[in-house]
């Protein structure tokens, strides 16, 4: 291997006077650069110092207790040395309070180094740093100070060239946690408190504002967040977006729905004004909703309350479930439900019997969904296999003494007391396949009701029935209790008269949109695959 040129040995260091060894390239105590001055004329005799470790590894056999050390300037009489030019510095700075050493901090030997001493590092070699621990901006050898053994200055060979200086982050200023290394890092500005706080969407960054970091994200990286719908609708209407009136998206909550039922901003599909439907009126309530399994509530109903000529209260429940292989059965229960409703409530005031005027209702209801199949001649070309609208009919009248039902296919009527001691009652027969093998004898109930044609309807209103068959009942029940007018949508997850009767809450009677609520909830719970539609009407009636 190549080896470095060699000058003649020199005895001691020209800067510290500290003996030096042969072979040695630097001196052990200050560092000196010994290859950078020619050997200056033996003066005094090599003694070593007793620090009782190696300098360096050229003198690591003279370590040892008991050597002579050097005597000092002034014992030999000779004047106070000047200040070196360029002497050592210590590889991290102390705090200007603290006192300065007699001795240097001299690298100590490592006890399994058998002897062996540390190796010498010059002051150049390391990088210093502050008392704040950042990197110095000068270098090294910019803060000299003073050898206690050094006699003579010389020349210093020129530092090799130091680094760029790095920016300092602002004082007081957090650290962020990611370091952008193709451009220098940018002071974090502390948040201004602002006494108003503003929405999340009025939270945009200022031109030439710098983002602060947070935990675990990057530089210039900005959350995302949803938009605050107040914003969004104050925006909208300010950019004339969204027209006075118009609904807000329920997803999105930034676009206006458009005439199609859809999002003009993200295209969501809005809940239709029929999905759920909730009504309270004086003593009676109704629920309707859509299900967990249909793309839209096909049912509907009509609730009101009116007074007989004797003064005495009437309460009135229409429900009607839309038939799903018909077509638009949506429109067809939705016009029987407000045609019979406003049948009986006109016809009862008049002092019409609540049982004729049940009939009457069912008539109107069956000519109103019958008028909605009267389409123009093209519409039934374009579309020959479509059925004509058609629904089911279940009602109920509720008078002070006096309980009269109605249908027209598998839609019923229940009788829950309100003293659950007493046994309640189912108030109509289906208009079903499983209802006439039952009555035929020829299945028994539970058999009947699990085939898969129990549900199929031998009666309905609508222009393609087989004929109108009205059917109506008058009952006088002796205490009070609570009627309950729903479709298959509820009864097939409380099938019997004991299972409905438990599922009604016990103060249904005085509370009845909670309970039909709660019924709901009910057939929710059991799988929702139809539309739920359930009313609630106290018995007597309630003024």
Known sequence: MSQMPQQAALSKCPSCEEPLEPGDRFCGACGYDLSAVPAPPVDHPTITMNTGNAM???????AGNGAVPSPSPAERGAPPPPPPVAPPAPPAARPASAPMPTEPDWPGVR?????????????????????????????????????????????????????????????????????????????????????????????????????VAGPGTQPEEYPLQAPDPRVAA?????????????????????????????????????????????????PLAAVSD?????????????????????????????????????????????????VASASLLAALPRGTHPQQAMH????????????????????????????????????????????????????????????????????????????????????????????????????????????LDPHTASFKPDRPGVVVVCTDGLWNYAESVEEMARAVPVDAAVRPLHGARVLLGHALDGGGHDNVTVALVPFPAVP
């Open 234 to 282: 104050e925006q909208g209407g300010e950019q004339g977006s969204a027209a006075p009136g118009s609904t807000v998206c329920v997803a999105c909550r930034a676009g206006r729905v458009d005439d199609d039922g859809y999002c003009e901003n993200c295209g969501h599909a809005q809940p239709r004004e029929r999905d759920h439907m909730e009504q309270e009126c004086g």
């Open 56 to 62: 360096n590894t050229g003198n690591a056999g003279k």
């Open 360 to 467: 009457e209702a069912i008539i109107a209801a069956s000519d109103a969904v019958n008028a909605l199949a009267d389409e123009p001649e093209t519409e039934r070309e374009r579309a020959p296999h479509q059925n004509s609208p058609a629904c089911t009919f279940v009602g109920a009248v509720v008078t002070d003494g006096l309980l009269v039902v109605g249908w027209v296919g598998d839609s019923r009527v229940y009788w829950v007391p309100v003293d659950r001691a007493a046994p309640p009652a189912r108030l109509t027969e289906d208009d079903s396949w499983a209802a006439q093998m039952v009555a035929a004898g020829l299945m028994g109930e539970a058999e009947a009701y699990a085939d898969q044609r129990a549900h199929a309807i031998t009666g309905w209103l609508g222009a393609d029935a087989y004929e």
């Open 290 to 338: 859509r299900g967990l399994r249909h793309h839209r509530n096909e049912d509907s109903f009509g609730i009101g309350t009116t007074t007989l000529p004797d003064g005495s209260p009437a309460s009135v429940a229409i429900v009607c479930d839309g038939v799903s292989s018909a077509t638009r059965p949506d429109e067809a229960s939705l016009a029987a439900a407000r």
């Open 111 to 211: 006890p399994d180094s058998s002897g062996v001493s540390a190796p010498t590092h010059r002051p150049a070699d390391l990088a210093g740093t502050d008392s704040a621990g950042l990197p110095l901006t000068g270098h090294p050898r910019s803060h000299p100070h003073p050898h206690p053994h050094s006699q003579h200055s010389a020349p210093v060979p020129p530092p090799p060239p130091a680094a760029p200086p790095a920016t300092a982050p602002a004082a007081g200023a957090p650290r962020s946690s990611g370091v952008r290394f193709d451009r220098p890092a940018q002071p974090v500005a502390a948040p201004i408190a602002d006494p108003v706080p503003q929405p999340r969407a009025q939270q945009v960054p200022r031109p030439g504002a710098q983002p």
